[in-house]
């Protein structure tokens, strides 16, 4: 069993940065692909990104492309995604996850644990 708590979330001017956090319990996180996804009221939950169980490998959608970075730190339990460039359509819930495959495909969802969510606001 896996435990996920986002933070880092907050209200941000567009053309601004922030840097999500996503925390897990247990010994197992080094062992799990990741991923960010993002959900707005009424809409379905938006993957944003992914990566490999060692780093490796990442996917990016087309609407972040260029503008987010995902990473993880396997020592410290946490993944990380730097949004550059922010914009007022980027505000929305923003959702970490885990996988029990090391490696996921390019657009995989259904991912085994999901956090809370931190809400991210980007004013014009």
């Known amino acids: 069993q896996v435990q996920l708590v986002e933070s880092g979330g907050g209200l941000v001017q567009a053309g601004g940065s922030l840097r999500l956090s996503c925390a897990a319990t247990g010994r197992t996180f080094s062992r799990y692909a990741m991923g960010w996804f993002r959900q707005t009221p009424g809409k379905e939950r938006e993957l944003l990104a992914s990566i490999s169980s060692s780093g490796r490998s990442t996917y990016y959608a087309d609407s972040v492309k260029g503008r987010f970075t995902i990473s993880r730190d396997n020592a410290k339990n946490t993944m990380y995604l730097q949004m550059n460039s922010l914009k007022p359509e980027d505000t929305a819930v923003y959702y970490c996850?885990?996988?029990?495959?090391?490696?996921?495909?390019?657009?995989?969802?259904?991912?085994?644990?999901w956090g809370q969510g931190t809400q991210v606001t980007v004013s014009s």
């Open positions: 996850a885990a996988d029990r495959q090391s490696w996921v495909p390019a657009g995989y969802r259904n991912y085994d644990y």
